[in-house]
């Protein structure tokens, strides 16, 4: 059975969780200065160091554009570059103005209405990335979480002070004489890991489960997150544990969602995920 496209309805849930190990040292910075350094390294509520859900995805995406410019037509999936004349952003601006004026000429913009104009819009219109990885107007299918460390005292124990260059915000040279410091979680002999979870909802067979294979793909082959990517810190990497890389769990059909809902089982049964990406 094909997968009708959008959020309403919950047909399958998949998800993956896996460990990333680090591999080169990581910046994430949390923004603000404190006593011992310019620009500390980003922590949770209870002082564990994390890889924000929202710099993984970032780097992901990222990472997946810069594939598909060169191959995507090659593999079957289309991705719009953020300067094309025609780019999703563009589409959805242009959507949504549209929208808006019948709204006000017919008073019919109930939400309901809406949301389903929205969804066949994104359905028709959107990359295939921006579907599964949602734009401006559609909202994402996949949902990646905060990475916290596997062990926290030993992530803790990894982070180091860096000095950088100072950098002049008007000309954007570096400043001569300033002083910068950041920090850093270095891994440097040490393994250290963080535990990935990425949920993916109502996954097509077709462009959602190749474009996921090839993110999984990436992660096992090791991306760059966080700040000075282009310098080579922050590179990530899926860890293969007990001859697998992540373990899959959810429901693949409705059908098995409500077998499981009336039996009072777990909605989360371990279930097959096919890694293969067909050209
Ligand atoms: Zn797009």
Known sequence: MSIPFGHQQLHNR???EGKLELVTALRISSGRASDETDAPFIRAFDGAPYIPGSSLRGAIRSEVER???SMGKEVGLISCT????DACAEKARKFLQKIETEKVKKDAGSNK???ELTAEFAKL???DVCKLLGSTVYASRLVIEDALPV????????IRIRDGVGIDRDTGSAKDGAKFDYEVIDPINSSITFLFKMTAENVTDDSDRKLINLILGLLKHGLHVGGKRT???GKIKLKETDNAFYKVSGFENSTSLWKAIVNGEKIHNSIEWQEVIKC
Request: charged share 20%; hydrophobic share 45%; glycine share 8%.
């Open 14 to 16: 998949y998800c993956f």
């Open 151 to 158: 062990d926290v005292a030993i992530a803790r124990n990894h």
């Open 125 to 127: 219109e959107l990359c």
């Open 67 to 69: 594939v598909l410019a």
């Open 113 to 115: 209405q809406k949301n």
């Open 231 to 233: 310098g080579g810190l």
């Open 82 to 85: 953020l300067f094309e004349k």
